[in-house]
């Protein structure tokens, strides 16, 4: 009898899970690596007090005006914004409100009616005159405004910084009762 060859077939191994593995490896290991950033961050100890030239600078004085309520006046109807569903007008405003400006050792008083802007420029009059002392374009101004300032008596203050030219003008975020 004649001896019959078996024909051995040739079995491939499926690939496919090792290649999502190695993948999903990759993927892992791309997501976790942290680059060293050097940005904005060059380690130097380098003398300050000596060098080819020593120039002295002065420093440059910052302007804070801080903003605070000295009285907080009454809240009324606008009868001006009257409607036939509101008889007694739609919006409310202060009146006889009193806002306290200090800059550096100055306190200024201002007279802050949201109706009556003419006024408020007026008082602030005063205030121009006391940062007509400062370069506008290099003193920093910080606008500090306190617990119960209304927007529009910063907006009246920031206009007035804006208007004078200062170049560099901050807000600060100061959340204290003052």
């Known amino acids: 009898m004649a001896k019959i060859k078996k024909k051995f077939e040739e079995t491939k191994p499926d690939l496919t899970p090792m290649i999502d593995v190695t993948f999903l490896l990759l993927i892992f290991f791309i997501v976790t ?43 009324v109807l606008d009868r001006s914004t009257r409607t036939t569903s509101k008889p007694l007008g739609r919006l409310k405003h202060y009146t006889n409100r009193v806002m306290r400006l200090q800059i550096g050792t100055a306190t200024f008083m201002i007279r802050a009616d949201v109706l009556d802007d003419d006024k408020l420029l007026l008082d602030l009059r005063e205030v121009r005159t006391a940062l007509d002392a400062y370069e506008r374009d290099i003193t920093p101004i910080t606008l500090d405004a306190r617990q119960d300032i209304i927007y529009g008596d910063i907006i009246a203050v920031l206009d007035l910084v804006i208007d004078m030219e200062f170049e560099k003008v901050s807000f600060s975020g100061a959340q204290e009762q003052g």
Request: net charge negative; hydrophobic share 35%.
């Open 33 to 75: 690596l942290k680059f060293k950033t050097l940005e904005g961050r060059l380690d130097s100890h380098l003398p300050k007090d000596m060098g080819t030239q020593t120039i002295e600078t002065e420093p440059i004085e910052k302007v804070d005006i801080v903003m605070s309520v000295a009285r907080a006046g009454d809240l």
